[in-house]
Nanobody, 121 residues
Framework: QVQLVESGGDSVQAGGSLRLSCVVS????????MAWFRQAPGKEREGVAC?????GYADGLKGRFTISKDNAKNTLYLEINRLKPEDTAMYYC?????????????????WGQGTQVTVSS
């Protein structure tokens, strides 16, 4: 059974940093597409970053966001620096592509429950 469990979300001041984690279980092969999405209140879920053997980022987010993966720990990370109030959202981890853009929701078969990031000014 595939499980994705996110953690690391918090309430922080603007300018701070956070590292989100997503522990993955149930896959026999660590070579799977994975990604981070976020959904702010009243907005659609949007792709933030994706990873297979290399990272990909949504336009405008590269620089403050860094996605990485530790296969030994079965964990996907998202580091967010210089946090802004507009980064406030629920952040979701997704895994296993069924084809398509790596930053598209419809690409992924499995999802975690999310971890909340709240940034105050």
């Amino acid at each position: 059974q595939v499980q994705l469990v996110e953690s690391g979300g918090d309430s922080v001041q603007a300018g701070g940093s956070l590292r989100l984690s997503c522990v993955v279980s149930g896959f026999s092969d660590s070579r799977i597409w994975m990604a981070w999405f976020r959904q702010a209140p009243g907005k659609e879920r949007e792709g933030v970053a994706c990873f297979y053997t290399a990272a990909g980022y949504a336009d405008g987010l590269k620089g403050r966001f860094t996605i990485s993966k530790d296969n030994a720990k079965n964990t996907l990370y998202l580091e967010i620096n210089r946090l802004k109030p507009e980064d406030t959202a629920m952040y979701y981890c997704a895994a296993e592509s069924r084809g398509g853009s790596c930053l598209s929701q419809s690409t992924y078969k499995y999802w975690g429950q999310g971890t909340q990031v709240t940034v105050s000014s």
